[in-house]
């Protein structure tokens, strides 16, 4: 790709050759400021898979590209991550990517199918499979760099979350080859042959830092890590098996001076150590209350979450009920310690869910 190539609209090619020396301050941003532990003029809300399968048009977009076509294609990650920011009033875009997206880019083959998710031609089973793996290079991810820098001019003062998959979330999918349910192969691997994991997990933490170092040089306010089934982990495995690693991410990162999340599904013994990594705000999901989550984090740190995503199929009284009881566990929260709140599903949108739903929940929530 020539780096000066216009495509449509927005420029391509150039952002992650060209390092961005200021970032935005955004000193309104009722997300930012509660992230960073300051008063928000009101109740942040976004939603993780804000962008994608619920909104008729996504799909309409989608029906004319491949997922992985979509996420290295510079106007569409633009364009998609716009959408729901200009349907529902959020305080937050987050970017349209995927957490296998650097792997892809990196070299390892994969696909992203359709109603399945991520799936991995050769699975990583191996000492061997773990030194075949490249590391990413900046130039590899071009198309998200330049996305980025056009959402930073397209949002105004709406914020942009860059995010990554977690080592431990992007080992599971490498070594079972997809999508799983009790992550046996991984955990074997993880108990097994201790080498072979923390050399996995170094390769993955320098992808997902590389991963994120571009987003950060391209212009993203904040990031998130997903290690959305580190749950699946004790807490004493998680502590020997995975904090090492997704600590890296964060103490490399830090520098940056932009609000850092962790979030994980099913977490809720794991919710301390995910802040000791070094997180300012850690993502809570619905079986664990705020008020519960404050007392597990170090004091001083923003909690995020953690409205069930299934309450939003379940009639706008329940939403509104449900929605009302997040805000003011988030008060009780707030009085044993947390930092802030940025109120967020327990995870993602559920791709049956109405978006007048969600329209209506932000608008609630900013009410309140
Ligand atoms: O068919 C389609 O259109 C693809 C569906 C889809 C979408 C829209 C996938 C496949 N990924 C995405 C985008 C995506 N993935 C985003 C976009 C931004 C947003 O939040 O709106 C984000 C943040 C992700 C991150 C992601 N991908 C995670 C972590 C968050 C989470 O939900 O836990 C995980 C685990 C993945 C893997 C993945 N990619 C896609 C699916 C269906 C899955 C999950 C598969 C599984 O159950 O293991």
């Not at 420029?11 to 997300?31: C, F, H, K, Q, W």
């Not at 716009?82 to 083959?109: C, K, M, N, T, Y």
């Not at 967020?344 to 978006?355: F, I, Q």
Request: proline fraction near 7%; hydrophobic fraction near 45%.
């Amino acid at each position: 790709m020539r780096p000066d190539r216009e495509l449509g609209r927005y420029r391509v090619g150039m952002a992650a050759l060209e390092p961005m020396t200021t970032r935005r301050e955004l000193p309104d941003s009722p997300y930012l400021a509660a992230a960073r532990g300051r008063k928000p003029s009101r109740v942040p809300v976004w939603f993780m898979r804000q962008a994608g399968r619920s909104l008729p048009e996504y799909r309409a977009l989608r029906a004319k590209n491949t997922m992985m076509q979509a996420c290295f294609d510079a106007e569409l990650i633009t364009e998609i991550t716009l959408q729901p920011i200009r349907r529902h009033g959020v305080d937050a875009a987050i970017l349209f990517s995927d957490i296998v997206v650097p792997l892809r880019a990196a070299g390892i083959e994969l696909d992203i199918v359709p109603d399945v998710g991520p799936v991995i031609d050769h699975p990583v089973r191996t000492v061997a499979d773990v030194n075949a793996i490249k590391p990413l290079e900046p130039q590899q991810v071009a198309p998200v760099a330049d996305a980025v820098t056009n959402l930073v001019s397209e949002l105004g003062d709406v914020p942009l979350i860059g995010f990554a998959g977690a080592p431990f979330t992007l080992a599971s999918y490498l070594v079972e080859g997809g999508p799983s349910r009790n992550h046996e192969r991984t955990k074997a691997m993880m108990l097994g042959e201790s080498d072979t994991w923390h050399a996995l997990m170094t390769t993955l933490t320098d992808v997902t830092i590389a991963f994120l170092q571009t987003q950060l040089t391209a212009g993203v306010d904040a990031i998130q890590l997903f290690d959305s089934w580190a749950g699946t982990l004790s807490l004493a495995d998680y502590r020997t098996y995975v904090l090492p690693h997704s600590s890296r991410v964060f103490s490399t990162l830090k520098d940056a001076g932009v609000p850092m999340t962790h979030f994980g599904v099913g977490t809720a013994e794991l919710l301390g150590a995910m802040g000791e990594a070094g997180a300012s705000v850690v993502g809570v999901d619905w079986r664990t209350s705020l008020t519960d989550a404050a007392t597990r984090v170090a004091p001083g740190t923003a909690l995020q979450g953690n409205l069930d995503p299934v309450v939003l199929l379940a009639g706008w009284p329940v939403v509104e009920r449900a929605a009302r009881a997040v805000v003011e566990d988030a008060r009780r929260a707030v009085d044993a310690g947390a930092a802030g709140h940025i109120f967020n599903l327990g995870h993602g949108v559920l791709p049956g869910t109405d978006p007048d739903v969600i329209t209506e929940l932000v608008a609630l929530v900013h009410s309140l």
